[in-house]
């Protein structure tokens, strides 16, 4: 079974701390995502990873970087945290694309705060 | 602009009724996916569907994909308490996925 882990279920911030969010999975997948849930938005795409050291902005990149120096890691970085920023965070890794897209196996979810 | 609206966004319904949620958008895609996520936990994948007009059946679930590939639904019969949670359609364009609003559903025993 694919299994993608997350490094906190529930993280607390203070205003403008550095925030590092990991991302973890063991099915030797090549892209890996982040994304925040807000309720009524859906998921919105922070950043996608398609290979190490290789990243692109997906709809809301302001405020966020990512890094992936491992193909089984893929970090997500909020250099100084804010209070819109609060929300869950949802990391997922898949194959490459395919002639039926790809599936996304998502993590449990880090329920991010900043006060 | 939200590109994938979902209804209803919440359904409370008894154990043993059918119900149908909407996923519609004015943009194509290449492919949809819906997902159902249970509280504490990430998404998990239902069913993709690609061409206009598929139906895909998964036991109670019956997902269809419309004619243009701009809407799709999912129709659950005989609801379970087992089937509560947040669905998620998910559509696909280029690399990405764009996903819906989410529809929360509650089934009552």
């Known amino acids: 079974d694919v299994k993608v882990t997350q490094s906190s279920r529930y993280l607390v911030k203070r205003t403008g701390e550095k925030v590092f969010l990991e991302c973890v999975q063991d099915m030797d997948h090549e892209n890996m995502f982040w994304y925040r849930q807000d309720p009524g938005l859906g998921l919105r795409l922070i950043y996608f990873?398609?290979?190490?050291?290789?990243?692109e902005k997906g709809d809301i990149p302001e405020g966020y970087s990512v890094s992936r120096e491992k193909k089984e890691r893929f970090s997500l970085i909020l250099e100084s945290a804010s209070t819109n920023q609060t929300s869950m965070y949802l990391c997922?890794?898949?194959?490459?694309?395919?002639?039926?897209?790809?599936?996304?196996?998502f993590g449990p979810g880090t329920r991010l705060t900043v006060t | 602009t939200q590109l994938l609206e979902q209804s209803p966004q919440f359904l409370s319904i008894q154990e043993g009724e059918n119900l149908t949620v909407y996923c519609n958008s004015s943009?194509?895609?290449?492919?949809l996916q819906w997902y159902r996520q249970e509280p504490g936990e990430g998404p998990v994948l239902l069913v993709t569907v690609v061409t206009g007009g598929e139906v895909k059946k998964l036991k109670r679930l019956t997902f269809q994909f419309g004619d243009a590939r701009k809407d799709s639904s999912l129709h659950i019969t005989a609801a379970q308490p087992g089937d509560t949670g947040l669905y998620l359609c998910?559509?696909?364009?280029?690399?990405?996925?764009?996903f819906g609003t989410g529809t929360r559903l509650k089934v009552l025993a």
């Open positions: 997922a890794s898949s194959l490459p694309q395919g002639a039926r897209g790809y599936e996304q196996y």
């Open positions: 990873s398609y290979d190490v050291k290789m990243k």
């Open positions: 943009s194509v895609f290449s492919s």
């Open positions: 998910a559509g696909a364009r280029g690399y990405k996925y764009i």
